[in-house]
């Protein structure tokens, strides 16, 4: 929602500024213009890019348009989650959670938490090191090695959009002068024309070079800022769990495991100490 607001504000401020100092708007609807920018971008992404990661990036643009992925709530729920699991682990052993780690869909532990169970990438992270804990075939610094890659290549792949999309903003006054050009050279050829309308065509040249600057910085270059910072939220949660699981790997108790996965959040997502005790009261 955020992003239409902003888009809206960045219209009214440089088209009403303009209309403001006199101009007529009127003078800066240039289809064809936009029509060059955008297909000439739209060429260089295709051409640019494969086909998994045009794919990838079509499939995240939607994503800005919505809020935070993950909410303090989501964040308390998969802390009171993990300590559930880190507590069965303390009384009845590893093996008590075999079943819950096996098949966590149809586990009643698991169901407590639908917010996390909703995402399916965050089960899957979670239960493959619960699984390498069982297994007890790994000690705690292979599984923190293990961890960090998995994590950076997931982080890697989440990043590729917001990298994609600020090329392509890189690229758009380039193609406004590409348009500009074309203006000009249209201009050119046309020196028999009475002054008026070749002042016309030369202020369509330039409208070119105009949409390409605020098509760039205006729009797509903020879209890649948004890309990046949505990647950085959907690596956060998985980094909670990691050092969770090696707190308690390292022999800290539940409570303290799950107190070193809270110090992991920003100010705006992290609950406070009390506020997590007594939602995981509540949860048990």
């Keep these: 929602?955020?992003?239409?607001?902003?888009?809206?504000?960045?219209?009214l401020s440089v088209f009403g500024g303009f209309a403001m100092a006199g101009g007529h708007l009127a003078a800066l609807l240039q289809p064809i213009e936009l029509l060059m920018i955008g297909g000439a971008?739209?060429?260089?992404?295709?051409?640019?890019?494969?086909?998994?990661?045009?794919?990838?990036?079509l499939k995240n643009l939607p994503k800005t348009l919505k809020g935070p992925k993950y909410s303090k709530e989501t964040y308390m729920e998969l802390m009171a989650l993990l300590y559930e699991l880190l507590n069965k682990v303390r009384k009845e052993g590893l093996m008590s959670i075999e079943g819950d780690v096996?098949?966590?869909?149809?586990s009643a532990l698991f169901a407590k938490y639908p917010k996390v169970i909703a995402d399916h990438h965050v089960i899957e992270f979670m239960t493959d090191y619960l699984r390498i804990m069982v297994s007890g075939n790994l000690n705690a610094m292979e599984i923190e090695n293990l961890?960090?890659?998995?994590?950076?290549?997931?982080?890697h792949e989440e990043m590729v959009p917001s990298h994609v999309i600020a090329k392509l903003?890189?690229?758009?006054?380039?193609?406004?002068?590409?348009?500009?050009?074309?203006?000009?050279?249209?201009t050119m050829e046309s020196v028999g024309i009475p002054p008026a309308e070749l002042g016309m065509l030369i202020?369509?040249?330039?409208?070119?070079?105009?949409?390409?600057?605020?098509?760039?910085y205006g729009f797509v270059g903020p879209l890649a800022t948004q890309l990046e910072q949505k990647a950085e939220e959907g690596t956060r949660i998985f980094n909670v769990i990691k050092v969770t699981l090696l707190a308690n790997l390292n022999g800290y108790a539940p409570a303290?495991?799950?107190?070193?996965?809270?110090?992991?959040?920003?100010?705006?997502?992290?609950?406070?100490?009390?506020?997590?005790?007594?939602?995981?009261?509540?949860?048990?």
């Design 1 to 11: 929602m955020l992003v239409i607001v902003g888009y809206v504000v960045v219209c």
């Design 41 to 57: 971008a739209a060429g260089a992404f295709l051409v640019g890019n494969t086909g998994k990661v045009i794919k990838s990036t």
């Design 102 to 106: 096996e098949a966590p869909a149809e």
């Design 147 to 155: 961890m960090d890659i998995e994590i950076d290549t997931h982080h």
């Design 169 to 186: 903003g890189d690229g758009m006054p380039a193609f406004g002068i590409v348009a500009a050009v074309m203006g000009v050279v249209h």
């Design 203 to 216: 202020a369509h040249a330039l409208v070119g070079t105009f949409l390409g600057i605020l098509l760039a």
């Design 256 to 284: 303290m495991a799950v107190e070193f996965g809270r110090k992991v959040l920003t100010s705006a997502e992290r609950p406070a100490f009390a506020e997590l005790e007594e939602h995981v009261k509540q949860k048990r």
